[in-house]
């Protein structure tokens, strides 16, 4: 595979290119528009919106169910018991929001750290390929020409050493 940016070669898809770091997604998949992205800056940014989203929801819940019940007779155990593990989800969606948080920071700081020369830094296409000169191979003779003559050699060599 070849890097659309930069035109180096032997390149795996859905890595980074080796030589000017550009995404490379995998061309040959038919599900496009994957939820989430298809880099992984785009998954991160996905994860950490969610997370949030999330966060808000189970908090918010958690407190309608303490404001609605707290104090009063009609609640029974069971609500206190949800309204408990909406905010341990809270607590865990927000610590997944911030261990997130802590990775796009640091993808961001990886990638800027990068020392790229200035040749790599810029857009480049690929160069297209001259057309072959065939002309000197023209008059080369075949692999399979003579290959009889040949092989009788390396038979009767064989035939002398297992006598």
């Not at 939820?35 to 919106?49: A, D, Y």
């Not at 069971?78 to 911030?98: E, K, L, P």
């Amino acid at each position: 595979m070849y890097c659309y940016k930069c035109g180096a070669r032997n390149q795996a898809a859905k890595a980074y290119c080796k030589s000017c770091g550009e995404w490379l997604p995998d061309l040959n998949t038919k599900t496009r528009n994957r939820f989430g992205g298809e880099t992984p800056q785009q998954i991160v940014s996905t994860s950490l919106i969610m997370s949030a989203i999330s966060t808000l929801a189970a908090i918010f819940s958690a407190i309608a169910l303490y404001i609605t019940y707290l104090g009063t007779n009609d609640a029974k155990w069971s609500v206190y018991v949800a309204a408990a593990f909406c905010v341990c989800i809270a607590g865990w969606q927000a610590s997944s929001f911030f261990v997130t948080l802590r990775l796009r920071q640091r993808l961001k700081h990886n990638r800027e750290s990068l020392n790229m020369p200035a040749e790599l830094s810029e857009p480049q296409r690929a160069r297209a390929l001259n057309e072959g000169d065939l002309s000197a191979f023209v008059d080369v003779t075949s692999v399979t020409e003579n290959s009889t003559d040949l092989l009788d050699h390396v038979r009767s060599r064989k035939r002398d050493t297992q006598r």
